[in-house]
């Protein structure tokens, strides 16, 4: 009975002396809307990273298939496609964080939650640096 009220006070992230000096306390993960989304929060680098990583391999399949840059991709009707990825992908992402599961939690040793957001932020840079790439060149990269 004892263990089970410690274990409950620690989840509620409540203090606790458990018969030691040391105090147990877990913060308890926040679930509000725009505490997800806030700057810091675990949302807004997760998602954009996962946006840019379907970005920059969607940009360069369509650049080999088909021979356009990103802006005439953007142009030639990729807008509702970004809105459509963009929308799938936020609520992806947002209904388990919204639910109390972290990303951290779900980590495999292989698909780690640190790996996912070193490949998004190379995305970003690699989706930046093709664009600017073309823009100068004045046509595709490939």
Do not use: H
């Not at 680098?45 to 080999?64: C, D, P, Q, T, W």
């Not at 840059?69 to 009707?77: E, L, W, Y």
């Not at 640190?114 to 990269?141: C, H, I, P, S, W």
Request: hydrophobic share 50%; charged share 15%.
């Amino acid at each position: 009975m004892a263990t089970s009220s410690v274990m409950q006070s620690i989840l509620d992230g409540q203090k606790e002396d458990v018969g030691s000096p040391v105090k147990a306390t877990v913060a308890k993960v926040r679930t509000d809307f725009w505490d997800l989304l806030a700057f810091s929060g675990p949302g807004p680098e997760r998602i954009n990273g996962r946006l840019a990583m379907v970005g920059f391999v969607a940009a360069i399949a369509v650049e080999l298939y088909k021979g356009e840059d990103v802006f005439a991709q953007i142009f030639n009707g990729g807008i509702p496609w970004f809105l459509l990825t963009t929308g799938v992908l936020s609520v992806a992402s947002l209904i388990p964080l919204s639910s109390g599961v972290s990303v951290e939690s779900r980590s495999k040793p292989f698909w780690s939650s640190d790996a996912e957001m070193l490949n998004g932020r190379f995305a970003m840079l690699g989706l930046v640096a093709l664009a600017l790439t073309e823009y100068v060149k004045g046509g595709t990269l490939v």
